[in-house]
């Protein structure tokens, strides 16, 4: 069996790691979960950590267990958070519970008949049947408020370092998550919680369950990974349209494979070790050879055309590898309509905003007068004629200068007009 804490260790993917966890795990096989919390009904790259530890351990000879918490859900983890989160409705996160399933099916064979096969569950399947009196008495008389209230998540809150106390309702977040580490460990022979370093708390509150409610010496252990930061402190996972998301309809392939190659020299280096399942060897050659020349971004490339192809496949990293050449090319007018307009869109969707009717390109719109008052892609008339001026704008590719008329013959896919400002800054114009 490979060594499966070894694997993360040197990927920087170990945060905590609870006394004779690696031992348990170059014993035997294991069976390990980690849970997923259903506010959305996709996941985004932030959740590509746990399900990447979860391959790498069916990949080591372990049994991974994916855990959607339809019952967490309805409560939210308090951990890192400053407010009470909004209760999701039933409907909600029924919806949500089935979309993650969906999302993780992709990277997990739950239908595989090897003896390691991945399985997947919902919290809710066995917390549904509890009474509130049945969980006070059976679980919550196990784990002392005393112990409960150490916890870094709850000492903020109440403390007021973060946010403005905790309600009932979330301190108990944690007895339930313990309480699944429980079941599964009586159900499945679960031994071992993996999570990131905020569910440090409530993973050992679940060590703590499954030792309470056992026979004596029954075995629990716990691990997590660090929570994935970029270079600059900021988070992680974001783009500028926001989360970046796991499936095509959310985030398209073009704009999930730019983020990769937009990624900073010091993040690529890190993420490379992280997102991939690249060996030491080939990572360390690429970091030597990115080293030689960063102009020509080897780390970037290899690091957005892997995690594409994981997370997607291999057909839609071609098809973003096209878009991103095209898109960075001395592409023409010709070019852009022999394009769909999906392609077109999901290129330059998001410099989308201005408008203009059909009526007044007919009459047509001196160009000063689009960029200013009809667009605002200008803040006044002043500007904009400054930049024509300057030779600095072009509608559809093709300079223009003072005087030209904006008109219906500048229509390209039959609602577009692409305004560039120097090199790099564009604007799309809806036609309505």
Excluded at 38 to 43: Q, R
Excluded at 117 to 139: H, Q, T
């Amino acid at each position: 069996m490979k060594n499966f804490v070894e694997e993360l260790r040197w990927r920087g993917m170990v945060h905590d790691i609870m006394p004779g966890t690696e031992e348990q795990l170059n014993k035997e096989m294991t069976t390990a979960y980690i849970g997923f919390d259903p506010t959305s009904d996709s996941l985004h790259i932030g959740s590509l950590v746990p399900i990447i530890i979860l391959v790498h351990l069916q990949k080591c000879g372990h049994k991974p267990i994916a855990l959607v918490g339809g019952a967490t859900g309805m409560i939210g983890d308090p951990s890192g958070k400053s407010d009470e989160r909004n209760l999701l409705d039933e409907a909600a996160l029924e919806k949500n519970v089935a979309g993650i399933k969906r999302v993780l099916s992709r990277f997990l064979d739950f239908n595989s008949a090897d003896a390691n096969a991945p399985v997947l569950v919902n919290n809710y399947d066995w917390m549904k049947e509890f009474s509130f009196i049945g969980f006070v008495r059976d679980v919550g008389k196990r784990i002392t408020v005393n112990y409960m209230m150490a916890k870094d998540s709850v000492k903020k809150r109440l403390t007021g370092e973060a946010g403005s106390g905790m309600s009932f309702t979330e301190f108990t977040y944690q007895l339930i998550q313990g309480y699944d580490f429980y079941h599964l460990h009586k159900e499945y022979n679960c031994l071992l919680q993996l999570g990131g370093s905020d569910q440090w708390g409530n993973i050992t509150t679940g060590t703590e369950l499954v030792r309470r409610m056992n026979d004596e010496g029954a075995k629990a252990y716990a691990m997590t990974c660090p929570l994935i930061t970029k270079a600059d402190g900021s988070k992680f996972g974001k783009s500028e349209g926001g989360n970046v998301w796991l499936d095509a309809d959310k985030t398209s392939v073009y704009k999930f494979y730019q983020f990769w190659l937009n990624t900073s020299d010091a993040d690529a280096e890190k993420y490379i070790k992280i997102f991939t399942f690249l060996s030491k060897e080939e990572i360390d050659a690429l970091i030597e050879e990115h080293a030689t020349a960063p102009h020509l971004r080897v780390l970037q490339k290899k690091l957005a055309e892997e995690v594409t192809t994981f997370v997607h496949s291999r057909e839609d990293l071609e098809e973003a590898v096209k878009r991103s050449v095209f898109a960075f090319s001395n592409f023409n007018r010709e070019d852009m309509e022999n394009e769909s307009e999906e392609f077109f869109t999901d290129i330059f969707g998001e410099f989308m905003g201005a408008e203009i009717t059909r009526e007044q390109l007919q009459e047509g719109v001196d160009i000063v007068l689009a960029l200013a008052d009809t667009t605002n892609i200008f803040p006044s008339r002043g500007k904009a004629r400054e930049a024509v001026l300057a030779n600095a704008i072009s509608i559809n590719k093709e300079k223009v200068a003072e005087g030209y008329l904006l008109s219906d013959k500048d229509i390209i896919l039959g609602k577009y007009i692409l305004v560039q400002h120097g090199k790099k800054k564009y604007f799309v114009i809806t036609v309505r």
